[in-house]
């Protein structure tokens, strides 16, 4: 069997036939026709991504992004609650499916996935990908046609994520989303850009789900407020993301990657059936300042609070792991499992 997991590479390979027939100025056309339209009023009462170009140049455009920014709140859920995988998953508002790949990656296609989406080109367009794939799971995955809204009705599942979707929402829809994914998930992962309003919208979510009964896994060492003062600052993150000759063509620009800015919630139902997930003891939340001899870390704590270690030499290998840490990544490191 052509067996292949799904990773940014098989994602770019999926992408690169897109835009094969749309003449290059089609594309960028179709690019910023979603640019107006996102940059417009949200939400709109029918889907943006209304035919087979809009969710092309969707897909071209955001979806390596949005596949990467998941990828890292994945990753983070992981080492939270690392003895847990999903077997059951649900991608709400789960348009062509980055998410969905993030999932299959994350926990190598064991997670039976199904996408929800309003935009049926974008379910669609979702199969097909999910077909290019080479992926057993995206392959197997269920797309269907489904509106958020108060009456949004889900199966239990393990896990739910949502993906730059609450923007999308009315502040009604949004409530009734996150209700919804609280009330039938054990874990529910919500990713929105990060940008101030994204945090808002995030850490708002967040509230929703702890007073649901949920705790938060990442990226919070805890699970009380928020230690930022809205309006100061916002906490987000940042993806790597490697831009595909394809991804330049339609997104301008020579680099050979970008980075995405994203804010996430990653929270778990505690108890006997939900994944046992332990927060990380610090978050670093800004890329650490690396001087002569010493790293400077700006780390969101427990039990509140926002702090800065500096860590030198004279740590030894406390300083060594220290030039090993990124934005985004748990303070100090999990000890490596010892064989
Ligand atoms: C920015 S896209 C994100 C798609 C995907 N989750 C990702 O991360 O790439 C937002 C998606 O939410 C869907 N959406 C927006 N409002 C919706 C609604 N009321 N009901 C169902 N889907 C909705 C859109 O059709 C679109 O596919």
Redesign the pocket.
Known sequence: MNFTLPTAEALRGALAGLLDGLPPKQAAQAVERLIAS?RGTT??GA???RDRSD?AA??AY??PA??E??RSALAALRDAAPEWTPATHV?????????TWAVAEAWEERAASTV????EP?LALGRELAEASGSPALRAATWQR????PA?RIESTDLV?????L???TPA?RVALVAEAARAAQAVVI?EPGTPDGYLRVIEARQQLIDAGLSVAAPCPHSGACPIVPGTDWCHFSARVSRSSLHRQVKGGSLPYEDEKFSYVAAVRDGADGPAAVPAANRVIRRPQIRKGMVLLELCAKPRELTRETVTKKHGDLYRAARDTDWGDAWPPPRPETA
């Open positions: 996102y939400p709109t889907p943006v991504l969710v969707y897909a955001r979806m949005t596949f920014a998941v991608d709400l508002g789960g348009g062509t499916g980055a998410a929800l989406d309003w935009a974008a489904s509106r958020i809204g949004l994520t949502i993906s730059y979707v923007k999308e929402l829809d990713v």
